[in-house]
């Protein structure tokens, strides 16, 4: 039998962005979005409350990178979601990670995550139902050893973790158990 859970975040898995921005002394911050999701082929649509620093941070320089939080840095990621630029400084120096400027926009690449999309900014959509920050993937930096033979990605080399709207939790991306877009075809006869 079915229970009603009434208005409830319930997609599941989101996934454990980290975006990265500079401000305008050229410090590096980085905050952890779950609320984030590809929009067009070519395009990521974050969910970002805009009195947080990243948002400001993003306006003022036009560019940002989302990188994808692996298992290896559970606690960083957590702690850049915890803690904001606005009132800690030395919020990025505590959080022990890295980072190098993007060779393709202004914001930098945090070098502790296997995979960074590098993206230009679009707008900021507010208001109740706005998506937040739409930004442009100008390019994809990734470590050789999350790719394949092919020069691919494989995901499942990025130990890619994930979020759940539930009860808070971080998974850690489990095996691949289908094939998108051919596995339909053997009911349709
Ligand atoms: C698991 C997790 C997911 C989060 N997802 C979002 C999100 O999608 N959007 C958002 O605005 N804040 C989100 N946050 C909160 C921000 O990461 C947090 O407020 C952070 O301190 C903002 O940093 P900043 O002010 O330095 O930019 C999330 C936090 C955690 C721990």
């Not at 803690?83 to 800690?88: A, F, L, P």
């Not at 690449?109 to 999309?117: D, G, L, Q």
């Amino acid at each position: 039998m079915k229970k009603d859970l009434g208005s409830v975040s319930a997609i599941f898995p989101m996934p454990v962005l980290m975006v990265g921005t500079y401000d305008n002394e050229g410090k590096v911050d980085v905050m952890n979005a779950a609320w984030g999701m590809m929009g067009s082929r070519k395009t990521v649509m974050l969910n970002l409350t805009e009195t947080h620093k990243t948002v400001k941070n993003i306006k003022e320089k036009g560019a940002f990178t989302v990188g994808i939080a692996d298992t290896k840095h559970i606690i960083e990621a957590d702690y850049v979601g915890i803690v904001s630029g606005n009132n800690t400084p030395d919020k990025f120096e505590k959080s022990g990670l890295h980072a190098i400027k993007s060779k393709f926009v202004n914001a930098p690449v945090i070098e502790e995550f296997p995979v960074t999309m590098e993206c230009k900014f679009i707008e900021y959509q507010n208001g109740e139902n706005g998506c937040g920050v739409i930004g442009e993937i100008i390019n994809v930096t990734a470590d050789e050893n999350v790719l394949d033979n092919n020069g691919q990605i494989d995901p499942s080399k990025i130990n890619a973790i994930l979020y759940d709207p539930f009860t808070h939790g971080y998974y850690k991306v489990g095996e691949k158990v289908g094939q998108a877009f051919s596995d339909g075809k053997k009911l349709d006869k």
